[in-house]
């Protein structure tokens, strides 16, 4: 490694290990107890994590927050840490089969989690158990409905693009403050629903009701909506502005709490996640090279490449796209068996639609090797075709690497965001997955490295254009099945993971550029982009074995 290498080393992990330690003692008011468990009463093991501020009151009001379907206890960080800044102990918890909680997804059985946890609160001696409140997101927002219905503890109901299924006859002789909070473009829960449903519990006309408008007042029964016009239905969980103002109202339904911290810290730890997630990356990337040349010691001849040359960039384009959306769906019907026998079945349904791709891929690639008197066997038998020893060592370097990136991941997003570490009930499942999603990374790598970046590595900017064509065939793929299941069900709640499925596949499809052009093989690269998103769709996906039993979660 040479001196500029070693000094933008230096200066990329140092400044990563800033923002990580700015992450997770930021605010310094509030403190933070990871990985706590509780039992339910039907015997289910939950997950939580504790926000409580250091200086709070000798008996403080407390916040239950509720993620979504297919999301985890991160998910809600941003508005756990504003509310314990606030003065408020605040729990944030994995439903039964989600995130870290062991079980199976059950609906009718959620409110038993949101009930253990208040056992939990109930056991403290520092919390006024009287005066709770629950804010529940999506999914979230159910159980916290039917618990706050029945329990005159709760005083206040957050529903974050969720329904309200409350009336005023159910709580007559109790005081309850209700803010739904509503982003203009949400795919799940439009704001006409919303209206609908705080008519009713005001007893007025949808026509009649106004959003960001306070009905009544915090004395008793204070209702609002809260409308922002730049986020969707996933954007709900971190979006500055919501965090905000649910903060405002927990702390104007419970005046008098001592606050330790008056400050508002959403934007300073976007900005932190900033400065991790590009010092990360990049120290990631600057790795790769030194650690290439040093576990594997790659010769010129060693390289693998397949040599075409009656195919341009240009015509491998044009029937990449063709043969992906084309032989997309035969894909996904011959990979629907994994969505019957597996339990993660959105996991499956994810590695469904991606195998449709890699369908399409291989009948691409027999139709070119055909022309040239050769065969799929040959092209799959040529990508792997190495002294064994060599092949060890790609292997040893994808592990180490992709150990490297999945660890920046979760400090970076993984524990402030989305989780992505999947629960021990979930692991014994995991390497069916992985092993699937591997054979379609190095089918996507046969053709995107062995081919296109081949033909493209002697020209400017060679790289790039790869990373970038790699990218885009597989969003495009990605964002027409996705959008043409949204068409054809009338219902766009799926284009939220487009969200977060358009970075990871940019992330990847560099990755795969990269290590191919320092390893001269695409087996390493294959084992990064497959611990990534393998541990991505293992987290997210909540434990069903089928999309009947998981759909009301999505």
């Known amino acids: 490694m040479n001196r500029k290498r070693i ?47 250091i200086n709070g009151d000798k008996k403080m009001k407390a ?6 379907g297919s999301a985890t206890k ?32 059950s609906f009718d059985k959620l409110d038993r989690d949101v009930k253990a946890v208040k056992k939990y609160l109930d056991e403290r001696s520092d919390v006024d158990i009287h005066n709770l409140g629950y804010l529940g997101y999506s999914m979230g927002g159910w159980p916290g409905n039917r618990v706050v219905k029945e329990d005159d503890d709760f005083k206040c109901l957050i529903l974050v693009g969720s329904g309200l299924e409350i009336e005023k006859d159910d709580i007559s002789n109790r005081s309850l403050n209700i803010l739904m909070i509503q982003a ?59 965090i905000r103002e649910a903060r405002y109202w927990v702390v104007n339904t419970f005046p008098n709490v001592k606050a330790p911290d008056e400050n508002f810290y959403a934007h300073f730890r976007f900005w932190i996640l900033v400065m991790q997630v590009t010092a990360g990356l990049g120290l990631f990337f600057l790795l790769i090279k030194p650690l290439s040349r040093v576990i594997l010691h ?63 891929i291989l009948l691409l690639l027999r139709n070119i090797a055909k ?53 021990i009930f979930k692991l014994p499942w995991v390497p069916i997955y992985f092993t699937i999603i591997f054979l379609i990374m190095i089918t996507l790598g046969i053709l995107m490295q062995l081919l296109f970046q081949t033909k493209l590595r002697d020209k400017p900017k060679g790289l790039i254009k790869t990373g970038v064509l790699g990218f885009l065939f597989q969003i495009l793929y990605l964002y027409f099945y996705i959008i ?31 290590l191919y052009k ?12 497959t611990i990534i998103i393998t541990c991505l769709l293992s987290t997210l996906a909540p434990f069903a074995f089928t999309l009947s039993n998981a759909a009301p979660f999505l």
């Open 7 to 53: 000094l933008t080393g230096s200066i990329l992990i140092s400044c990563f290990i800033l923002g990580t330690v700015f992450m997770f003692a930021t605010p310094a008011s509030v403190k933070v107890t990871y990985g706590l468990t509780t039992k339910t009463d039907d015997g289910i093991t939950i997950y939580f994590n504790v926000f409580e501020p």
């Open 63 to 68: 916040m239950i927050l509720g993620h979504g």
């Open 74 to 105: 991160e998910f809600l960080k941003g508005y756990a840490i504003e509310m314990a800044a606030a003065g408020f102990i605040v729990v944030t918890l994995d439903f039964r089969g989600h995130g870290q909680s062991t079980g199976a997804i």
């Open 184 to 242: 203009r473009y949400d795919e799940a829960h439009p704001l006409e629903r919303t209206k609908t449903e705080m008519g009713d519990w005001l007893g007025k006309k949808t026509k009649n009701v106004y959003v960001n408008k306070l009905y009544g007042d915090f004395e008793r029964n204070a209702s609002m909506i809260y409308l922002d016009d730049n986020s969707d239905h996933l954007t709900l969980a971190w979006d500055s502005d919501f």
């Open 298 to 360: 790659q010769k010129e001849e060693e390289i693998i490449e397949i040599e075409e040359p009656n195919e341009s960039v240009r015509s491998l384009s044009k029937k990449l796209i063709l043969y992906s959306l084309g032989f997309g769906i035969p894909g996904m019907v011959i990979m629907s068996w994994i969505l019957f026998t597996l339990p993660l079945s959105i996991a499956g349904l994810f590695t469904m639609l991606l195998f449709g791709q890699a369908f399409g």
């Open 371 to 423: 022309k040239s008197d050769s065969s799929l066997k040959e092209y799959i038998l040529k990508s792997l075709k190495q002294p064994k020893e060599l092949i060890f060592r790609n292997i040893v370097l994808g592990i180490i690497l992709g150990g490297i990136l999945y660890s920046i991941l979760i400090l970076t997003f993984g524990f402030n965001y989305i989780g992505w570490i999947p629960s």
């Open 484 to 514: 043409l299941f949204c068409v054809v069900s009338n219902n766009y709640f799926t284009m939220i993971f487009l969200i977060i499925a358009t970075p990871v596949t940019l992330l990847c499809s560099f990755v795969l550029a990269v």
């Open 518 to 529: 320092e390893s001269g093989n695409i087996i390493a690269g294959a084992i990064v982009t």
